[in-house]
């Protein structure tokens, strides 16, 4: 129903009408089977426990009837009732199968989620209150089945205040090279080390609030705007979350909403743009106040105009901490302090914009792409 627009755009209404009716004679016929079976239970269950007591009665009137036995109606009423005690609860059980089969459906990926391992702390790791921001990658690889290796001895320093630029092709590991600086991998081989620390030694809730993240894809809570900026960091104050929304370029727009921060989202936000929600996520990680920030395509889904605005907020807020930027535009990333070109999972390039253009290898070649000229004719 969501994408009903889009399918109307791109003329897709037939096939996918034609999906929708294959997927529901599936679901009609699935049905229809648990609705046989659940309603053939109960006549089943009510059959045999008569056959049972039209068989306890005949063979309890013919012993009376040839005598010589101390078989009487009372015994065969205590009989009956013996019987109507031991099936009651094997009735009860059969009934509730339908909705046995139904749960266990349901809880099977419950348990999934439920036997996944949680995260533990490595032994004796440490608790950081705060960091400089010196952030050093050390041979670092990385392979997510253990044999194809998505990075490939990765190395390289930021200091404290630089602003670190990641770029190359879609599916170069980009994203993967910070996932891994939040500890969200077990590396291969190779270590990741924050001011000295080693990363894999240090709590995770500790790291994760040094290190900030702005997804690409921007997610909100079912909360009030105020709320989702304070996820950053709870104990925000209200000034403190406003500060974040202004640097984030965010309050103008909240201030038009009827509720202001206290307007209520669903989850998916769906009253405001991607832009808007994007903002949102910013204004999030600004909140956090972290030491050590790391935009992933954070800009990807916000117009020029507005893009620009968040620069600006962006470069100020920057200031004194550690910076990672992956970017497709390359035009937002020149003022970066170092500028690293990832490419099939290895570091190809590293240096300034300027060094990198003069060197002429991959990152000129990408800079000077029709694709990239249409990008920085925007600017």
Do not use: C, W
Not at 51 to 79: E, K, N, P, Q
Not at 272 to 279: N, P, T
Not at 315 to 343: C, E, G, P, W, Y
């Amino acid at each position: 129903v969501s994408g009903k627009q889009l399918v109307q755009l791109f003329d897709h209404q037939q096939d996918t009408i034609d999906r929708f009716n294959e997927t529901n004679a599936r679901y009609t016929a699935a049905a229809y089977r648990a609705q046989l079976f659940s309603g053939v239970i109960g006549p089943f269950n009510n059959m045999t426990n008569n056959f049972a007591y039209l068989l306890i009665t005949f063979a309890g009137a013919v012993a009376i009837l040839r005598g010589g036995t101390s078989i009487t109606v009372g015994v065969i009423f205590t009989f009956l009732i013996y019987l109507r005690n031991f099936t009651g609860p094997i009735n009860n059980i059969l009934n509730l199968i339908n909705t046995l089969q139904l749960s266990l459906a349901s809880a099977e990926r419950v348990f999934q989620v439920v036997d996944a391992d949680p995260e533990k702390d490595a032994p004796n790791a440490v608790e950081l209150d705060h960091t400089a921001g010196n952030v050093k990658f050390d041979h670092v690889s990385f392979a997510y089945d253990g044999k194809t290796e998505v990075l490939h001895d990765i190395s390289f320093t930021a200091h404290q205040g630089e602003v670190v630029a990641i770029v190359g092709p879609t599916g170069a590991g980009k994203t993967t090279i910070m996932n891994l600086l939040t500890d969200l991998y077990p590396l291969t081989s190779g270590s990741i080390t924050l001011d000295d620390h080693d990363v894999t030694q240090i709590t995770f809730a500790s790291l994760r609030r040094l290190v900030t993240v702005v997804q690409q894809e921007s997610f909100l809570f079912t909360a009030t705007i105020r709320e989702n900026i304070r996820m950053g960091r709870p104990d925000a104050t209200d000034a403190e979350v406003e500060t974040a929304a202004k640097a984030a370029n965010a309050d103008g727009f909240i201030n038009q909403l009827p509720g202001g921060y206290d307007t209520m989202l669903s989850e998916n936000a769906s009253r405001l743009s991607q832009g808007q929600r994007q903002l949102l996520s910013i204004a999030r990680a600004f909140a956090a106040q972290a030491p050590v920030l790391v935009l992933d395509e954070a800009t990807a889904s916000i117009d020029s105009n507005t893009e620009t605005d968040v620069q600006h907020a962006m470069n100020r807020l920057m200031q004194q901490r550690t910076s990672f930027v992956i970017a497709h535009r390359l035009s937002t990333i020149r003022n970066a302090s170092k500028i690293l070109v990832i490419d099939q999972g290895k570091l190809i390039e590293s240096g300034t914009h300027e060094q990198l253009l003069a060197a002429g290898g991959f990152y000129a070649k990408l800079y000077n792409s029709p694709l990239a000229d249409m990008d920085k004719m925007k600017r």
